[in-house]
């Protein structure tokens, strides 16, 4: 095997014998095939002239399958590959094409040792020159972003097909004998489609859930058995909170689920209690500790421990061997819970972890329902400047960089945030800014775009030219591949002199990262005194 697509690979170099993720070699050459057929599938759609809605959907689904702790099950991952194959020989045989992406012996592949067999020369160091592969997996790896976006937004009956061109369209381009400028233009494009993505998505989940709202979250514990929900997944969270009404038993976010917490439809569940724990990293302790089903909705399972593997559920992309898996909802109906819901009556209440209260809700429609407030302070001087540190967090202990950071930042500063990143810092107390809290919390990764909204607005306030002339400042952590495609929507909104950590990834060749500094100021970060110093002053 080969991977270096998160932040956490060996030696920030790349993972050759197992993942640090905890996924094995079998499974990472595996993930390369699915990518594999993904493009041979998308060269097909190409020589078609049109991208079918079923192709758009599979080459999603499949992307998002690959991205860092989604699916570590290799018998799951081989199902997708074949259904990819037969995808493949259908629309050839639709619209009669012929000569597609190397007819070559991986379609007549049978048995998992014949396909791992076939993997081995199409992974990612199938391409010689470093930098076109470094350009090729950057691509890759937002397309991988976007792709978990669009499969989100489409869950909940939003749709944009010229998303799913892209996608198709973006795998292409990795087959082809590109310029390092046409291949750099391919980048840029690929944050067009992100922005274009995360907004749809932002619009599924506000027309279907509500804008977020400010809101009180509690973090500790009640009485009732608790069934604890992780990932990004709101359409689960609903159907989850519907099958428990009246069973007795409360329901609890953990992780990127937190957000959740946020929004009008889900208030109206009196046993829906609160948030458990923090972020991904530290499930194989607080899952144990939780004592009843956790249902991990989409990326962020890390290998389950003995201790409770027992007591996880899988769904949606998300597998592991060995572990209870709750299949797709069929079209037009829900996922059936129950089997969670019925182990959770004989559970132990959660074990308390921690007491009091986080606050967050600020996606867009609330930040610029203050946006009067926000001006003023901005004005008069109160608030000296904005620092956006949304992303993600991991395990590395150089990533308490991030809380002693926001601790050593000025009071007159205010922290943007959203995604998992927020957890190094979100239960400080940093208090507020005439009223306004120092720590804004948008939600999700996926709600990036909100962050995106709230600079637009301000640009327009203040009747500026340019997004950077903005008291903006950029100190954003990344670990897997949804961060590549919010850096590369900023890439395209103008945005410049991003700092990027905890460490600049592995996937980019000195030659790119070159390209990335020259153009847009693209850094990395080295110490708290100093880079306080370089980014406010």
Same mark, same amino acid.
């Given at each position: 095997?080969?991977?270096?697509?998160?932040?956490?690979?060996?030696?920030?170099?790349?993972?050759?014998?197992?993942?640090?993720?905890?996924?094995?070699?079998?499974?990472?050459?595996?993930?390369?095939?699915?990518?594999?057929?993904?493009?041979?599938?998308?060269?097909?759609?190409?020589?078609?002239?049109?991208? #079918?809605?079923?192709?758009?959907?599979?080459?999603?689904?499949?992307?998002?399958?690959?991205?860092?702790?989604?699916?570590?099950?290799?018998?799951?991952?081989?199902?997708?590959?074949?259904?990819?194959?037969?995808?493949?020989?259908?629309?050839?045989?639709?619209?009669?094409?012929?000569?597609?992406?190397?007819?070559?012996?991986?379609?007549?592949?049978?048995?998992?040792?014949?396909?791992?067999?076939?993997?081995?020369?199409?992974?990612?160091?199938?391409?010689?020159?470093?930098?076109?592969?470094?350009?090729?997996?950057?691509?890759?790896?937002?397309?991988?972003?976007?792709?978990?976006?669009?499969?989100?937004?489409?869950?909940?009956?939003?749709?944009?097909?010229?998303?799913?061109?892209?996608?198709?369209?973006?795998?292409?381009?990795?087959?082809? +004998?590109?310029?390092?400028?046409?291949?750099?233009?391919?980048?840029?494009?690929?944050?067009?489609?992100?922005?274009?993505?995360?907004?749809?998505?932002?619009?599924?989940?506000?027309?279907?859930?509500?804008?977020?709202?400010?809101?009180?979250?509690?973090?500790?514990?009640?009485?009732?058995?608790?069934?604890?929900?992780?990932?990004?997944?709101?359409?689960?969270?609903?159907?989850?909170?519907?099958?428990?009404?009246?069973?007795?038993?409360?329901?609890?976010?953990?992780?990127?689920?937190?957000?959740?917490?946020?929004?009008?439809?889900?208030?109206?569940?009196?046993?829906?209690?609160?948030?458990?724990?923090?972020?991904?990293?530290?499930?194989?302790?607080?899952?144990?500790?939780?004592?009843?089903?956790?249902?991990?909705?989409?990326?962020?399972?890390?290998?389950?421990?003995?201790?409770?593997?027992?007591?996880?559920?899988?769904?949606?992309?998300?597998?592991?061997? +060995?572990?209870?898996?709750?299949?797709?909802?069929?079209?037009?109906?829900?996922?059936?819970?129950?089997?969670?819901?019925?182990?959770?009556?004989?559970?132990?209440?959660?074990?308390?972890?921690?007491?009091?209260?986080?606050?967050?809700?600020?996606?867009?429609?609330?930040?610029?329902?203050?946006? +009067?407030?926000?001006? +003023?302070?901005?004005?008069?001087?109160?608030?000296?400047?904005?620092?956006?540190?949304?992303?993600?967090?991991?395990?590395?202990?150089?990533?308490?960089?991030?809380?002693?950071?926001?601790?050593?930042?000025?009071?007159?500063?205010?922290?943007?945030?959203?995604?998992?990143?927020?957890?190094?810092?979100?239960?400080?107390?940093?208090?507020?800014?005439?009223?306004?809290?120092?720590?804004?919390?948008?939600?999700?990764?996926?709600?990036?775009?909100?962050?995106?909204?709230?600079?637009?607005?301000?640009?327009?306030?203040?009747?500026?030219? #340019?997004?950077?002339?903005?008291?903006?400042?950029?100190?954003?952590?990344?670990?897997?591949?949804?961060?590549?495609?919010?850096?590369?929507?900023?890439?395209?909104?103008?945005?410049?002199?991003?700092?990027?950590?905890?460490?600049?990834?592995?996937?980019?060749?000195?030659?790119?990262?070159?390209?990335?500094?020259?153009?847009?100021?693209?850094?990395?970060?080295?110490?708290?005194?100093?880079?306080?110093?370089?980014?406010?002053?």
């Amino acid at each position: 095997m080969f991977c270096y697509q998160c932040q956490e690979t060996l030696k920030n170099q790349g993972c050759t014998v197992n993942g640090i993720c905890g996924k094995k070699g079998t499974t990472a050459n595996l993930q390369d095939l699915l990518i594999y057929v993904s493009k041979g599938l998308s060269v097909v759609a190409e020589k078609a002239g049109t991208v #079918d809605k079923e192709v758009g959907h599979y080459v999603a689904k499949a992307l998002f399958t690959t991205i860092t702790n989604v699916s570590f099950d290799d018998d799951r991952l081989l199902d997708i590959i074949k259904q990819g194959l037969a995808l493949r020989d259908k629309i050839k045989e639709k619209y009669n094409v012929t000569d597609a992406f190397h007819d070559c012996a991986i379609w007549n592949a049978k048995t998992k040792d014949e396909f791992l067999e076939k993997s081995v020369t199409i992974g990612v160091l199938a391409t010689e020159n470093e930098d076109i592969r470094s350009l090729r997996e950057l691509l890759i790896y937002g397309l991988k972003g976007i792709a978990a976006y669009a499969d989100h937004a489409a869950l909940l009956g939003f749709e944009d097909q010229s998303v799913f061109d892209y996608l198709i369209g973006g795998l292409v381009s990795t087959t082809k +004998d590109l310029s390092q400028e046409d291949m750099v233009a391919n980048v840029l494009r690929a944050g067009e489609t992100a922005v274009k993505a995360m907004a749809i998505l932002d619009k599924a989940n506000t027309e279907t859930y509500g804008n977020p709202e400010i809101s009180e979250v509690n973090i500790g514990v009640g009485k009732n058995p608790g069934i604890l929900i992780s990932g990004h997944d709101l359409k689960d969270m609903e159907e989850l909170l519907e099958q428990t009404k009246g069973t007795g038993i409360d329901v609890y976010t953990h992780g990127e689920m937190l957000p959740a917490n946020y929004y009008p439809a889900f208030k109206k569940y009196d046993h829906f209690f609160g948030n458990y724990g923090n972020a991904w990293w530290l499930q194989d302790k607080e899952f144990a500790s939780f004592n009843g089903p956790i249902v991990m909705t989409t990326n962020c399972l890390i290998p389950p421990k003995d201790a409770y593997k027992d007591r996880v559920f899988t769904t949606g992309n998300v597998a592991f061997p +060995d572990v209870k898996h709750i299949p797709d909802r069929e079209v037009d109906g829900v996922k059936n819970f129950s089997e969670a819901i019925e182990m959770a009556k004989s559970c132990q209440s959660p074990t308390e972890i921690e007491t009091g209260k986080i606050v967050g809700g600020f996606a867009h429609s609330q930040v610029l329902a203050l946006a +009067d407030k926000v001006v +003023d302070a901005i004005k008069s001087g109160a608030i000296k400047k904005f620092v956006v540190m949304a992303g993600c967090d991991g395990r590395q202990k150089d990533r308490n960089y991030y809380t002693e950071f926001a601790q050593k930042l000025s009071k007159d500063v205010i922290i943007l945030t959203a995604g998992c990143a927020k957890y190094r810092y979100n239960k400080l107390s940093l208090g507020d800014i005439d009223g306004i809290p120092r720590v804004l919390d948008a939600g999700q990764c996926n709600d990036c775009y909100s962050l995106v909204v709230i600079a637009l607005k301000l640009k327009e306030v203040f009747g500026l030219d #340019d997004v950077n002339k903005l008291p903006i400042v950029y100190n954003v952590a990344w670990y897997e591949q949804k961060a590549v495609a919010v850096l590369l929507a900023l890439l395209h909104l103008g945005v410049k002199n991003v700092h990027l950590g905890p460490t600049i990834p592995a996937f980019l060749s000195p030659a790119v990262v070159k390209v990335l500094v020259e153009n847009f100021g693209i850094g990395g970060i080295t110490n708290v005194e100093d880079d306080i110093q370089a980014m406010i002053g």
